[in-house]
T-cell receptor, first 115, second 114 residues
Framework: DAEITQSPRHKITETGRQVTLACHQTWNHNNMFWYRQDLGHGLRLIHYSYGVHDTNKGEVSDGYSVSRSNTEDLPLTLESAASSQTSVYFC??????????????FGEGSWLTVV | RKEVEQDPGPFNVPEGATVAFNCTYSNSASQSFFWYRQDCRKEPKLLMSVYSSGNEDGRFTAQLNRASQYISLLIRDSKLSDSATYLCVVNPSKYGGSQGNLIFGKGTKLSVKP
């Protein structure tokens, strides 16, 4: 079955370190997204991509970067981890069809703690 | 006014009860609407889309009121397994296709008790 996987699922890192969260989907979806979810804020969009070599900033992109070198992967990099980036991160994907009704499928989440 | 607002709850209801959640959105040009379900420490999953004419899926009924800019979700005959957080999701894009513009509400927590 097609799926979307994230790794690592849990990570503890130190302030100032670079961290990369991997996201891999096997649906051949054009659209991929990264969200973070925090108590009191709900899901907030970090970055998104509509296809290979396309990346766009979301609502809370500062301190994060992404690259899209193929259809399947959208890794999220924290250039210099900060305690404010402690959160659960969800990767998601959807099929591009030019309509707004496409279902977004989420990965299982990556719990990141910055100490 | 926040873009998508939901009552955070929690809604504590007995099994078999009927419960309704409302969600309001601020962008009158919003084109598509959804309800997602999220279990504790799990990823959100699509529960149902919300259509202008209203739609039903088993015990779940979703309604859209464009004039008042709100969406509702009705759950009949609540089950223990319905316990979760329900997220209201709005795509404010006039032209559709812009999945990056999805706006998620903070969610309403439902707890169904025996």
């Amino acid at each position: 079955d097609a799926e979307i996987t994230q790794s690592p699922r849990h990570k503890i890192t130190e302030t100032g370190r670079q961290v990369t969260l991997a996201c891999h989907q096997t649906w051949n979806h054009n659209n991929m997204f990264w969200y973070r979810q925090d108590l009191g804020h709900g899901l907030r969009l970090i970055h998104y991509s509509y296809g290979v070599h396309d990346t766009n900033k979301g609502e809370v992109s500062d301190g994060y970067s992404v690259s899209r070198s193929n259809t399947e992967d959208l890794p999220l990099t924290l250039e210099s981890a900060a305690s404010s980036q402690t959160s659960v991160y969800f990767c998601a994907s959807s099929e591009y069809a030019g309509t707004s009704g496409n279902t977004i499928y989420f990965g299982e989440g990556s719990w990141l703690t910055v100490v | 006014r926040k873009e998508v607002e939901q009552d955070p709850g929690p809604f504590n209801v007995p099994e078999g009860a009927t419960v309704a959640f409302n969600c309001t959105y601020s962008n009158s040009a919003s084109q598509s609407f959804f309800w997602y379900r999220q279990d504790c420490r799990k990823e959100p999953k699509l529960l149902m889309s919300v259509y202008s004419s209203g739609n039903e899926d088993g015990r779940f009924t979703a309604q859209l009121n464009r004039a008042s800019q709100y969406i509702s979700l009705l759950i009949r005959d609540s089950k223990l397994s319905d316990s979760a957080t329900y997220l209201c999701v709005v795509n404010p894009s006039k032209y559709g296709g812009s999945q990056g513009n999805l706006i998620f509400g903070k969610g309403t927590k439902l707890s169904v008790k025996p």
